[in-house]
């Protein structure tokens, strides 16, 4: 009787992880400029609203814009990037 051999394959990929550094962080909120991007997704406004409501109550901001995605899936419209990059800080509100 002759053996007969079965080969295994492992369809996993080596994890490659590389090192990034963190992004700056702004050491308070009060007097900066804050952006609000909505997704668009179910309930990604509710969360938005209520984000920045908490943190109203806690800082001062310097002002505000407040952007909302035609769709989840869409790019941003056209100047709403240029607007939310004059801001000191941008919150992504994801909703579902």
Do not use: Q
């Not at 990929?13 to 991007?37: D, I, Q, T, W, Y």
């Not at 309930?43 to 989840?72: S, W, Y």
């Amino acid at each position: 009787m002759v053996a007969e051999t079965i080969i295994v394959l492992d369809p996993t990929a080596k994890a490659h992880v590389s090192e990034s550094p963190m992004a700056f962080r702004v050491g308070s909120l009060v007097g900066k400029k804050v952006g609000f991007l909505d997704n668009s997704k179910p309930n990604a406004d509710i969360l938005i609203a209520r984000i920045k409501a908490r943190l109203e109550e806690r800082f001062e901001f310097g002002g505000t814009v407040e952007k909302r995605k035609r769709n989840a899936g869409a790019g941003m419209r056209e100047g709403d990037l240029e607007e939310l990059a004059t801001c000191d800080l941008v919150i992504n509100g994801v909703g579902d």
